[in-house]
């Protein structure tokens, strides 16, 4: 439990320093955000999910996890969530490949934030 706490710590940290230092780390952030929002809005009202649905399936699809406990019905969700879903993940992945890269610089320069 200590480890796991310690590594959310860590993640923490690294998304203060992004967000202070990196212009491209608070783009992708804001993208990040907004591909979020505006999908969760999207599935709420084309698909007539509730919010914590709609924005539990956009982030479940944004992270490539694919349960398959819910997925959209009309021709319009499917074509937004192709689209959404070669977006989402693009951002995805280059956001946590800036939080990957703060961590291992920190690590590296010696500022562990667990001393």
Known sequence: MISFLLNIYRLLVAIVDGVRTDAEFRALGFLLVTLLGSATLFYWQYEGWRP???LYFSVVTMATIGYGDFSPATDAGKVFTMIYAFLSIGVFVAFNAKIV???????????HPDR
């Open 52 to 54: 914590i649905d709609a």
């Open 101 to 111: 890269s703060f961590t291992l610089n920190r690590q590296q320069r010696g500022k």
